[in-house]
C-alpha cells in the first residue's frame, strides 16, 4: 500500500522495498561470526573474561574477537552512544597494542577493550536495544557526485533517506569512504572524523566485507549531529578555497619540504585563526607540497596544544578528571587525536578528499586552541628547561625507572622531562613505549588511552627525527596524568592470564 502511495522508487530509498518487492531481513547477521558476536552481547560482563579466555584457547584467535566485539558495538549502538562510539574507536588501537607485546599478554589489551564494549551493551539493553538495522540502497541518483548526493541526504535529517543513499553508494570500500567523507567534512568536530578513520583502520582487521557496517555508523553520526549543529564557517569555507586555489581536479603533488618549513607552517596554523590556518593549508597544497608535510606541521601543532595544556580547571573537574589533568578528552588529546584521523584519512582518500581533509585538519588544530580556552600563544610548552635540568641520570635503565617513579608521582612536567632527555641520549624508543603501553592497559584513561597510544605511535613513526621526541614526550605527559585510575576488569584480566 505504501509502495502505491509514495511510487516504487521513493519506497525503495526509504527502504520499504527492493526491486523484487521483497522485506529487508529484520536484523543483521554476521554469518560465521554471529555466534561470537552474539557472546559479546548477551554475556553478563560478570563472565565475560573467563568465556574470552576460553575462546582463545579453543582456537579462536585473538583477531577474531575483536571482530566480534566491533560487530557487536555496531549492531548495539550504530554510532549513536557516546561510551558505545569510543569503545568502538578503541578496538583497533587495542589489537595493535596487543602485537606489540610478548604472546602471554597479548589479550590484556583486547580484553580492556571487550570488557567495557559488552559492559555498556548490557547497560543498554543487549540486543533489545540494536540500532543498526538492515538497510536497503535507493535508487542511484543521476547526479555524477555521490558524494554531494550522500552529503544532501544527511542535511536533510532523515536517517532513513541517508542511509539509504548511503548503500547505493557504497559499491566497494573506497567508493563508501569517498562518499562518506563528503558528510564529513561538512563540519569539524573529533568525533565526526576519528570514528570513520578507526572504523576504517577495523577493516584490516575484520575485512572488507564489513565496510558498510563499520562506515555506515558515521552516517548516523553525522544524522544526528545535523539535527544540533550551529555552524562553526567550515561548511561555507572549504569549497571556496577549493576553487580558489584550483584544488578540485588536481592531484596532490609531491614537493618535499624542510624541517623548517614544517616547523614554521605549523606556527603558523597554531598562532592563526582557523580560517588563516585552513587558507595556509590550502596555499600550500595548491603550490605543490606533499600532503604528508602539510599533515605532520597540522600534527606538530596538536602536539603544542598537549604540551601547553595547564590542564583542567576547577569548573571542568569531574571524576577521574582532576584539576590539572590532561587525559580523558583534553584539548590536546582531542586535537591530536583528530589531527591524526585527517592525516591518516588524507593518505587513503582519492584527490580531493585528501586536499579537503587537510584543509579542514588546519582549520580544527587553529579552532581547538580557541574554542576552550586558555592562552596557549603564550603558555611556555613542556618540558620546561628546569624540568629536563632536573634530570641527572644518563643509563637507560636509571633513567626508565625515574621515567616510572614520576608517572605513578602523577608528575606531568618530570615525565616529559625525562622522556626529552632520554632521546637527547640517544636510547632506544621502543623501551619507553614499552613503559608507557603498561599503563595505557592497565589505566581507565576515561576512554581515550588506547587511541591516544596509537596516534602517538602512529604520529613517532611518521615524524622526521627533528620531531618525533616532542610525541613522545606528549605522550609520557598523558600518561602521568591518567595514573591511579585502573581500568575495570583488568585486575581479573591479569588474574586470569597468570593460570
Known amino acids: 500500500m505504501i509502495t502505491a502511495t509514495v511510487g516504487f522508487g521513493m519506497a525503495r530509498e526509504l527502504g520499504l522495498a527492493t526491486a523484487l518487492g521483497d522485506e529487508a531481513p529484520s536484523r543483521l547477521e554476521f554469518g560465521a561470526l554471529e555466534p561470537l558476536v552474539g557472546m559479546m552481547q548477551d554475556t553478563p560482563v560478570a563472565k565475560l573474561l573467563p568465556l574470552l579466555l576460553k575462546q582463545l584457547r579453543s582456537g579462536t584467535e585473538l583477531q577474531q574477537l575483536v571482530a566480534a566485539g566491533a560487530l557487536a558495538n555496531a549492531r548495539t549502538f550504530g554510532g549513536e552512544d557516546y561510551v558505545g562510539f569510543h569503545t568502538m574507536m578503541a578496538l583497533a588501537p587495542a589489537y ?21 564494549n559488552t ?6 539493553g543487549g540486543k533489545e536495544h540494536e ?15 555521490r558524494g554531494e548526493w550522500l552529503r544532501d541526504a544527511v542535511r536533510g535529517k532523515d536517517v532513513v533517506r541517508a542511509e ?11 567508493d563508501a569512504l569517498d562518499a562518506l567523507l563528503y558528510e564529513v567534512h561538512d563540519d569539524t568536530e573529533v568525533h565526526r572524523v576519528v570514528l570513520p578513520y578507526r ?3 577495523l577493516l584490516g582487521l575484520i575485512g572488507r ?3 558498510t557496517t563499520l562506515l555506515r555508523q558515521s552516517v548516523r553520526y553525522c544524522v544526528k549531529a545535523e539535527k544540533q549543529w550551529a555552524g562553526n564557517g567550515s561548511r561555507e569555507l572549504l569549497p571556496r578555497l577549493m576553487e580558489e586555489h584550483k584544488l578540485l581536479g588536481a592531484n596532490p603533488g609531491t614537493r618535499v619540504a624542510e624541517d623548517q618549513w614544517i616547523e614554521q607552517l605549523s606556527m603558523t596554523f597554531f598562532k592563526s585563526t582557523p580560517e588563516q590556518a585552513a587558507s595556509a593549508a590550502a596555499a600550500a597544497l595548491a603550490e605543490g607540497m606533499s600532503p604528508d ?8 601543532t596538536a602536539n603544542q596544544l598537549i604540551l601547553r595544556d595547564h590542564g583542567r580547571t576547577p569548573a571542568m573537574e569531574v571524576a577521574g578528571k582532576p584539576i590539572g589533568s590532561t587525559h580523558g578528552d583534553s584539548i590536546g588529546v582531542h586535537a591530536c587525536d583528530s589531527a591524526g584521523a585527517w592525516r591518516n584519512l588524507a593518505r587513503v582518500a582519492r584527490p580531493r578528499n585528501t586536499f579537503a581533509c587537510l584543509i579542514l585538519g588546519a582549520y580544527q588544530v587553529a579552532l581547538d586552541r580557541t574554542n576552550r580556552g586558555g592562552d596557549f600563544v603564550n603558555w611556555e610548552p613542556l618540558p620546561l628547561t628546569r624540568h629536563v635540568g632536573e634530570v641527572k641520570a644518563t643509563d637507560q635503565g636509571a633513567l626508565l625507572g625515574d621515567l616510572n617513579e614520576a608517572i605513578r608521582g602523577n608528575l606531568q612536567g618530570r615525565a616529559s622531562g625525562i622522556v626529552q632527555r632520554y632521546g637527547q641520549l640517544g636510547h632506544d624508543p621502543s623501551a619507553v613505549f614499552d613503559l608507557l603501553r603498561r599503563y595505557a592497559i592497565s589505566e581507565d584513561g576515561a576512554l581515550h588511552g588506547e587511541k591516544f597510544f596509537r596516534t602517538t605511535s602512529e604520529e613517532f613513526a611518521a615524524s ?8 613522545l614526550c606528549a605522550l609520557a605527559r598523558v600518561t602521568a596524568s591518567e595514573y591511579g585510575r585502573p581500568a575495570p576488569g583488568m585486575a581479573e584480566a591479569y588474574e586470569l592470564l597468570k593460570s
Open 131 to 145: 540500532v543498526l538495522r538492515p538497510v536497503l540502497a535507493a535508487e542511484a541518483s543521476p547526479s555524477t557526485n
Open 199 to 201: 572504523a576504517w583502520d
Open 293 to 300: 608535510a602539510v599533515g605532520e606541521a597540522i600534527s606538530l
Open 464 to 471: 622526521r627525527p627533528a620531531f618525533k621526541w616532542r610525541q
Open 209 to 211: 566485507d564489513h565496510a
Open 96 to 116: 595493535h597494542m596487543a602485537r606489540e607485546l610478548p604472546a602471554a599478554q597479548q589479550p590484556l589489551p583486547v580484553f580492556k577493550v571487550l570488557y567495557r
Open 164 to 174: 539509504a543513499a548511503f548503500m547505493a553508494v557504497a559499491g566497494t570500500p573506497e
Open 119 to 124: 559492559n555498556r551493551i548490557q547497560e543498554c
